[in-house]
């Protein structure tokens, strides 16, 4: 695969430069994906309810979501789950372009006004990380849509209790975002994080937009834990106690262990 091409237009390739970038997909130099296994994930892509891990075209006919459409690059125990952790924990700025780009692909044709809404980021992993990875990636998708990008919703509290029960992480999902600004009835919203877990933090988000207004409702994320959880309530699907249910929590423990180390 030649795809070693040095672009030296931006800060970003001068960097690359010093700092290669090997493929996550198939270990070839360049980019943090390259273009034959971003192409590979097009062709060969099937959408996914990340609820019940069903093939779905967008509206799971078996799950209660809150959204009229929900679309997912891949799975988290892949190479686009390791493209994400990469960007996000090691601040690869450039995969968040491939990310944008594979959003892009998969994301089918809205039509009329849309808005991209950044599911909002704790603001201490924004601070140790430099940059608000959910959000670039929100506003380079809707640069290639020619959507606009909304931070709508901002971040109430940035506590996770963790080991919480499932109807106290229902609780603490709901209470963490407040909506900030107008929502219009005419557009399309489509609200966007990278990963979900139990889909808790989307969901509550997604009620939140509802409830301001919002008629119609999109949901996209980049890569789905596929953690199998006991069966549940509807919400999440995830039940019981424990921290294998409580799989949000998890990550936001995990996130801030990453972010303890990055500030040391
Ligand atoms: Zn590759
Ligand atoms: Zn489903």
């Known amino acids: 695969m030649s795809d070693f091409i040095v672009k030296n ?15 996550r997909g198939c270990g070839c130099l360049g980019r943090p994906f390259c273009k034959c296994c971003k192409n590979y994930i097009v062709r060969t892509y099937v959408n996914y309810c990340p609820a019940c891990y069903e093939p779905s075209e967008g509206k799971c ?7 009229d459409g929900l679309y997912m690059v891949g799975w988290r125990d892949t190479e686009i789950g390791e493209l994400v952790e990469e960007y996000k924990y090691q601040s690869v700025r450039s995969a968040g372009s491939d990310l944008a780009e594979m959003l892009d692909a998969v994301i089918p044709c809205l039509k009329g006004e849309v808005v991209v809404v950044p599911l909002p980021t704790i603001r201490k992993h924004i601070r140790a990380r430099g940059f608000d990875h959910t959000k670039a990636v929100a506003r380079k998708l809707a640069r290639r849509r020619g959507w606009k990008m909304q931070s709508v919703l901002v971040r109430a509290q940035d506590t996770v209790q963790v080991g919480a029960d499932n109807e106290q992480r229902k609780k603490q999902a709901s209470e963490a975002f407040e909506l900030k600004g107008e929502i219009c009835r005419d557009v399309t919203y489509l609200l966007f994080d990278d990963i979900w877990t139990t889909g808790a933090s989307m969901m509550a988000g997604a009620e939140l937009l509802k409830e301001g207004g919002a008629t119609k409702i999109m949901g996209a994320v980049i890569a789905v834990s596929r953690m199998k959880l006991v069966a549940g309530d509807g919400f999440g699907g995830s039940g019981g106690v424990g921290r294998t249910a409580n799989a949000d929590s998890v990550e936001d423990e995990v996130d801030d262990r990453k972010s303890k180390d990055s500030d040391n």
């Open 9 to 23: 237009t931006t800060s970003v390739s001068i960097l690359d430069l010093f700092c290669p970038h090997f493929c």
């Open 61 to 67: 006919t078996d799950c209660e979501l809150p959204f």
